[in-house]
């Protein structure tokens, strides 16, 4: 994987790897083949044949058999699925879609919300024998599941339920499978028995039949082209009082009787529906794991041409300089490999974490819930990234980075509508920013007295500081102006995560407070639409302390001393440009004086300048195999040397 004789890359890419990088590992050599990769000349009709072939050729992996328990013929490793498949990103990421959909999304809803009755259809998606969609999403309503409107209405005379769109905006939409190949559907819809409605559960429903044709009651068609991804086949789907048997409930936490009998052994609805909703977790994980991948791929990419293109002469040598000897390409690139670092080590976490909940090992009542306030963070903090970096990347390849020949155009494209799916991002940050609000909302409803007291004088302490600027006399006393990355105060990593939480601390108190003060005046809904800015920032702010732990937590079970002094270096890169980024909030706010500011600054030139000598080996780290870039300007010997 590494340059011969490149140690310290083997290690950090074991260390970046994981807990299943045996199931890495195993996966490297098998991309290795071309009828994994997309062909970007093919029309859409077919790649998504193509798709449908590398599909089969990778059901043969064991990969897919993972994410299932041992009585369904899976091997009860959902942390080895997510891995696993994760690493189809590195070829195709339609591919990547494709199999989501069919192993994850479909398999999962059937796998997590079926029960035993529903065991041969596991089998038979297993084997690709039964090709499904996630019929969840409609035209009306997307990131607000409860009030979707397609209906599932019990009829006890055949013991049927009548699926059915009653309005225009209740079609399914942008549903992945849909438009072709696909013969079932897990759909979700609202559940009607009794005259009552009972909230969204979720249904199969056949499409079509064995020669394609649509059955009767069920219309689908084409969602067309799209701006990337022409391997997976999306459509929408409208039901026309179309009938299943009874069976056809997923039924692991709500059934219906034979004669219209509605049972849960979850009382409350809003405790059902968010239980259904959170076993299908691992599809969110997988959506920010698959993004972060393919920004790995597109900097294993710009860095290694960066490495190799020569673009005006030193005047002191006569020789072009290398691309990524200039200080502007260091940092247009070297912070987003540091990032990509980072984010490595949280999906590491997170996958865990999720391996824990899902295979019964975690039985915390609160670990479902973190988890899925984990996984939103995370997705959003990765396909950001990934939409970032592979556009920086883009650009610093020049006209090559637009040639869809070397690949970072088709990364682009195909990566862009990972900030929707599986929930757009700014949804999702709100979700993240609820969580801590309702949290803090329950720390301070809890205080004593004196508790009241304490927290009154720290708010207070708070205005006091920001107001004459205590904490940056502080820092000024702290920072020396002449200080390197080694020596300064804001070396320490406990300074680093000191200033995540403080940022965090300060926007989640603040916007609590913001709230309430509204809320008595508008209303608690008009009151949070006018903080969403404020939530927001606290949201990502969150999201970024996060990120650094698990960084930090990852280079701790590095033994190697280089290794661990390298990844250090990095982590440090990660601290560095985020705080710059930052870096006005940290002043407005009174949390950075403008010296530790400029102190940041040149931390950042500092930093990428110690890192460049070991770009190559940050990247080989990044564990994508070089056979697996297919970007045809890393072979051409007249474009390396800049003739």
Request: aromatic content about 6%; some cysteine; charged content about 25%.
């Amino acid at each position: 994987m590494a340059s011969p004789g490149n140690q310290t890359a083997d290690i950090l890419r074991a260390a970046l790897d994981g807990p299943w990088r045996d199931v890495r590992e195993q996966a490297r050599p098998r991309l290795d083949d071309e009828r994994l990769f997309g062909d970007p000349y093919l029309d859409y009709h077919a790649a998504r044949d193509r798709v449908l072939e590398q599909m089969r050729l990778v059901s043969k992996f064991g990969l897919a058999e993972r994410g299932f328990r041992r009585e369904h013929g899976g091997t009860a490793d959902p942390g080895g699925a997510v891995t696993g498949l994760e690493m189809l990103a590195y070829t195709d990421l339609s591919l990547w879609v494709k199999s989501g959909v069919q192993w994850g999304l479909f398999g999962g809803a059937v796998e997590n919300l079926g029960t035993e009755r529903h065991r041969d259809v596991v089998t038979r998606l297993m084997s690709l024998d039964l090709l499904g969609c996630f019929a969840m999403t409609e035209s009306g309503h997307g990131s607000d599941v409860a009030q979707l409107e397609t209906t599932a209405t019990y009829d006890p005379a055949t013991e049927e339920f009548v699926v059915h769109s009653p309005t225009e905006s209740s079609r399914k939409d942008y549903i992945g499978g849909a438009a072709e190949h696909a013969r079932m559907a897990a759909v979700f819809a609202q559940l009607i028995t009794d005259g009552e409605g009972r909230g969204v559960h979720c249904f199969l429903v056949p499409l079509r039949d064995a020669e394609g044709n649509d059955l009767p009651g069920v219309t689908t068609s084409d969602c067309g082209l799209k701006g990337g991804l022409p391997g997976v086949d999306n459509g929408r789907i409208r039901f026309d009082h179309v009938r299943i048997p009874r069976e056809n409930l997923l039924n692991r936490y709500a059934d219906v009787a034979p004669d219209g009998a509605y049972s849960s052994d979850i009382e409350n609805p809003s405790r059902r529906f968010f239980t259904t909703l959170g076993t299908l977790v691992r599809g969110r994980i997988s959506v920010g794991g698959a993004a972060a991948a393919a920004a790995r791929v597109a900097l294993s990419i710009a860095v290694r041409y960066a490495e190799q293109r020569r673009q005006f002469d030193d005047p002191d040598t006569g020789e072009e300089v290398v691309l990524l000897d200039y200080r502007s390409h260091q940092r247009r690139l070297l912070p987003h490999v540091a990032r990509a670092f980072a984010l490595s080590f949280a999906q590491n976490d997170l996958v865990r974490r999720m391996h824990l909940v899902q295979t019964g090992q975690d039985l915390d009542p609160g670990a479902q819930r973190a988890l899925e306030k984990r996984a939103a963070g995370f997705k959003v903090a990765q396909t950001r990234h990934a939409t970032r970096a592979i556009q920086e990347c883009r650009e610093a390849c020049g006209g090559a980075g637009y040639l869809t020949e070397n690949r970072l155009v088709t990364l682009k494209a195909d990566t862009d509508v990972f900030t929707t799916f599986e929930g757009d991002n700014v949804v999702l940050t709100q979700l993240v920013a609820k969580e801590l609000l309702t949290a803090y909302a329950d720390e301070v409803r809890d205080l004593d007295a004196l508790g009241w007291v304490r927290f009154a004088a720290t708010m207070a302490r708070d205005v006091a500081r920001e107001g004459s600027g205590v904490r940056q006399l502080i820092q000024r006393l702290r920072d020396r102006g002449g200080d390197s990355v080694d020596d300064g105060d804001l070396s320490r990593r406990a300074v680093q995560l000191q200033l995540f939480a403080d940022r965090e601390d300060y926007l989640v108190r603040t916007a609590a407070h913001r709230l309430q003060a509204r809320a008595e005046e508008t209303g608690p809904f008009e009151a949070f639409d006018n903080a969403q800015d404020h939530i927001l920032l606290a949201g990502e702010a969150h999201i970024e302390r996060l990120v650094l732990e698990a960084f930090i937590e990852g280079i701790a079970d590095i033994e190697d001393e280089q290794a661990r002094a390298l990844a250090d270096s990095v982590c440090d890169l990660y601290v560095y440009s985020s705080l710059e980024q930052n870096q006005a909030w940290y002043i407005m706010h009174r949390f950075m004086s403008v010296d530790r500011a400029k102190q940041v600054r040149r931390g950042v030139n500092e930093l990428v300048d110690r890192l460049r000598p070991h770009a190559l080996t940050l990247v080989e780290a990044l564990g994508v195999p070089e056979s697996t870039l297919r970007a045809a300007m890393l072979d051409d010997a007249s474009v390396h040397q800049g003739r």
